[in-house]
């Protein structure tokens, strides 16, 4: 489909939502950090966790105190090969990059390496964590729990997050073996970004109290937020097309999330006090580095994951479609088409743009005013 929406230049949009970041209380390099997560997301088209998260999930967070601009980090347990950080309810995109640096750190002199994050916040797109191991030549691993939105096979109250499973991989193509999405069938943010947009949820994917799907993504966000909805794990309702199997994979994540940094989780993740007010979300992440040099060497790695990825892509492709693609290639392509033009923002995004510049008193002229 052709892109219809203006394009924001790369520059202009890091530029500008650094300084609003740091007009928020974020202190600029930690601004600068949560920029590019957010970009990245819209570099690899993955707009549902790019510019439309800004405003909703960061500053209006910031503003109503359930996420610390100021991200105060302390070592809660600390080894050769493992870490556990209480990121204290700050900035959890900047709590994520301390603490793969130190992964990576360690991975590289002992081989492997895992850490743990407690009383976080929202850490953007869980790719962003595993390919920077992959620039250093590693394997990368994360998951995060979120706000409970998902429901146990065989029921209806959203009891846990949509909990993405992340690995990337190093290969010896232009692009990473990237992994990267949620054990659900589908995201919040995707729902988001549908009802922005004025598009309906496809079918199949959300359940009501009885048990029904839901389409409409306004009222798909309402009866989330009131527990009159869930979505469903990966594999769809009940068993039989395997969605149990999502379940299980959800179930995981939730538990490395909360047990390794010993956190909260589930209903205690809702940002809500017993009372109905906002409170802080206190979600956990874990992350795992695994260094290809312990074992058969990185070319070994990247040569045999290449000739993998090569050989599934040039399988047969099924009668109707057009070809088959590998994980992260689709965000590759994403990007070769974009680098060159900037972030395509639609009208509600123009909109926020522009009240936050007015709001901020920066001074930005932007190209589709």
Known sequence: ME????YLPWEMAEAFMTDVFVKYGVPEEDAKIC???LLESDRRGIESHGCNRFKPIYLDRIKNGTLLPVTKID???????????????????VASYKMMEKLIEKAGKYGMAGGAVTNSTHYGIAG???TMAAKAGMIGISGTNARPSVAPTFGIDNMMGT?????????DEDFFFNFDCATSTIQNGKIEYY???????PAGLVV???????????KILTEMRAGRAALLPLGGLGEATGGYKGYGFTAVVEILSAALAGGPFMKELSGKDENGNNCMYRLGHFFFVINPEAFMGLETFKATAGAICRGLRNSTVAPGAERIYTAGEKEHLAWLDRK????PVGESIQKEFIALRDECGLDYKFPFE
């Open 340 to 343: 060159d033009k900037g972030v």
């Open 3 to 6: 892109e219809t929406r203006p």
């Open 195 to 201: 009802a922005r947009s004025g598009k309906e949820t």
């Open 128 to 130: 962003y964590w595993t």
């Open 208 to 218: 009501d109290r009885e048990g029904n799907t839901m389409t409409e993504s306004a």
């Open 35 to 37: 920029t590019d997560v």
């Open 75 to 93: 070592i809660l347990k600390e080894t050769e090969t493992t870490c556990v950080m209480d990121a204290n309810n700050g900035m959890g995109m």
């Open 163 to 171: 909990n993405p499973l992340t690995f990337t991989m190093p290969t």
